[in-house]
């Protein structure tokens, strides 16, 4: 038992703290030598670097978070495999804590001050490293969203929503047992509502018909 809950929690130490490396402050600090979010939307994404720096900045900031999304997720499934067989918890349990938080980590990076991005990359990278097979899917619908009105955050949202939904039904295609079902299907939740709660300002502004169009740059 007590070593179950040492694996827990050290998945979810390890994701949080590889989240927290914000790639998008990083970058604008020390390639930029300022500060992302003090510039348009004041988040920490690739969205913002694109319209503050320009593209290589947003093609940076993108590789970083989605990479660290991946990492953690691996890092999860690798301590969760250190569990003995007897050991009566989802293995599903360990990429979903890891994928959760790493999100959180970026939302609130401990290493900058709590205030980060959005989450949708690094969310992203997750996904892709829990089930790559969703990903494509997934892409599909942010394109679907993205193309005709130019808005990320619409895309972003949608995505988020339909995300629990095709794990669902992809769990259930695979007859995964009831406790793992729940598992995928509450943490891919979880990471949905995470996304749709950091844009709910963008949400605002998308009723409003003021949400910014991508490509669009805000003050330098």
Request: aromatic content about 10%; overall charge positive; some cysteine.
């Amino acid at each position: 038992m007590m070593f179950t809950v040492f694996i827990v929690l050290a998945t979810i130490l390890e994701a949080y703290l590889l989240g927290s490396i914000d790639t998008g402050i990083l970058v604008s600090r020390l390639v930029y030598h300022d500060d992302v979010r003090n510039h348009g939307s004041g988040a920490a994404g690739m969205t913002n670097m694109l319209r503050t720096f320009g593209k290589k900045a947003a093609a940076m900031t993108a590789i970083g978070d989605v990479l660290k999304g991946v990492i953690a997720v691996c890092i999860g499934r690798l301590l969760f495999e250190q569990l003995p067989a007897a050991a009566e918890i989802s293995r599903y349990l360990g990429v979903y804590l890891a994928a959760i938080f790493a999100v959180i980590g970026h939302l609130k990076p401990l290493y900058f001050g709590f205030k980060g991005g959005k989450g949708v990359l690094v969310a992203g990278g997750a996904i892709l490293a829990v089930q790559p097979i969703l990903f494509p899917f997934l892409f599909v619908i942010f394109l679907i969203c993205l193309l005709p009105t130019g808005m990320v955050s619409l895309g972003s949202v949608v995505m988020a929503i339909c995300y629990p939904f095709l794990t669902l039904g992809y769990g259930l295609y695979l007859g995964l047992a009831g406790r793992d079902l729940a598992v995928t299907f509450i943490g891919a939740a979880i990471m949905g509502g995470m996304v749709v709660y950091m844009h709910r300002s963008n949400i605002q502004r998308i009723r409003e018909g003021k949400e910014d169009r991508f490509g669009s740059k805000g003050k330098k």
